[in-house]
């Protein structure tokens, strides 16, 4: 998979990505990086980028021309004959899941625009970009963290980029159920003990423990994902038994108050 970032900030992008697991599957050739700056396709003697915004307003906004010499520069330094998909960060953007990350991570390759001040020129977005992702609900300064983070979450995804051992992690999504806690040694840390079933060497009994870990911590902060969640005829009980319980809990405070 090869990745392409438009950016007025290539040597975050490269700085950033460039460790761990990423940086591992960039040596091994499975994944590619060319984070190229927008800037080098400015035809101002100053090097301008952006412009006064028509109507007014706060700010300035990207023109279009240097973006889209700059895509049509990668465009043509790839030598394929399909166009690929241009992401464009944008909090105006579909929200980015595991799911999209999965299916980026088909493309052969995939281009990024990172915007900056406040906004592009909508022209060249109406041109060049097929799909347009915010990572969340709040604004950052720039694209480039967020491309960051969708390059990561679709790394992953592709084959290769993940060793065996590593690729379990990953199941915290796949199940629309968040991860069960991990525990390292010592086996008491501040009076804290870890959970006797993980030490009891007892296989099934440590995976039944897990998931229920998963269904509680998913209950507790994202009760929407478990609408989704797979779960066995003995999971369902035990989340019957645990929404019955909490009934109970309210009912409870509630007879107290009064
Ligand atoms: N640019 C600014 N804020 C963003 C967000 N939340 N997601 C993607 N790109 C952005």
Request: glycine content about 6%.
């Amino acid at each position: 998979m090869d990745f392409h970032v438009m950016t007025l900030f290539p040597e975050m992008i490269t700085a950033g990505l460039h460790t761990s697991i990423l940086g591992r599957a960039m040596d091994a050739g499975i994944i590619s990086l060319n984070a190229v700056n927008i800037r080098d396709y400015s035809e101002d003697k100053h090097r301008h980028v952006d412009d006064y915004p028509y109507g007014g307003g706060a700010g300035m906004v990207m023109s279009a021309e240097p973006i889209s010499k700059c895509y049509e520069d990668i465009v043509l330094k790839r030598m394929k004959r399909s166009r690929p998909r241009v992401i464009y960060l944008t909090p105006q953007g579909r929200v980015f899941n595991q799911e999209m990350a999965k299916e980026f991570a088909q493309e052969e390759d995939l281009i990024f625009l990172c915007g900056h001040y406040e906004g592009v020129d909508e022209r060249v977005l109406d041109e060049i970009v097929t799909d347009r992702v915010s990572i969340g609900d709040y604004v950052l300064s720039g694209g480039e963290l967020a491309s960051m983070v969708m390059i990561d979450a679709i790394s992953r995804m592709v084959p290769g980029v993940l060793t065996n051992e590593e690729s379990g992690s990953t199941e915290s999504f796949e199940g629309n159920l968040l991860e069960y806690p991990q525990y390292t040694r010592p086996e008491v840390w501040h009076d804290r003990k870890v959970p006797e079933v993980l030490l009891s060497g007892h296989h099934a009994k440590i995976e039944e423990w897990r998931r229920q870990q998963s269904i509680l911590r998913t209950h507790q902060v994202r009760p929407e994902l478990l609408e989704g969640a797979e779960l066995s005829k003995k999971e369902k009980k035990f989340y019957r038994e645990l929404l019955e319980k909490e009934q109970e809990m309210i009912e409870k405070n509630a007879s107290e108050e009064n």
